[in-house]
Nanobody, 124 residues
Framework: QVQLVESGGGLVQAGDSLRLSCVYS????????MGWFRQAPGKERAFVAS????????YYGGAVKGRFTISRDNAKNTVYLQMDSLTPDDTAVYYC?????????????????WGQGTQVTVSS
């Protein structure tokens, strides 16, 4: 059984940084792409970033490109999201998800397992 557990969220000020972690339990972590999504109050879930199984391909949503960095450590079954230059618009619940295959995707439908989410709040 696959489980994803996010951590690292919190309350920060605009301009600060946070690093989110997502620990994967189950088989085959290194066989799947991983992604991060976020959902702000009253809004639909939005793509943030994804990374291929091999760490070689990353893909970012337009709102975070240049500020956020996704990475993974296959030896630790963990995917990370480094978030820099945070703004109040980044306030949301952040979810990690396992892709259905090796390659990256921005579509929520391309992911089959999801974590419970971690809250990130950025004050102005």
């Amino acid at each position: 059984q696959v489980q994803l557990v996010e951590s690292g969220g919190g309350l920060v000020q605009a301009g600060d940084s946070l690093r989110l972690s997502c620990v994967y339990s189950g088989r085959g972590f290194n066989l799947y792409a991983m992604g991060w999504f976020r959902q702000a109050p009253g809004k639909e879930r939005a793509f943030v970033a994804s990374i291929s199984w091999s760490n070689s391909i990353t893909y970012y949503g337009g709102a975070v490109k240049g500020r956020f960095t996704i990475s993974r450590d296959n030896a630790k079954n963990t995917v990370y999201l480094q978030m820099d230059s945070l703004t109040p618009d980044d306030t949301a619940v952040y979810y990690c998800a396992r892709g259905k295959n090796l390659q990256t995707s921005s579509a929520a439908g391309a992911y089959d397992y999801w974590g419970q989410g971690t809250q990130v709040t950025v004050s102005s």
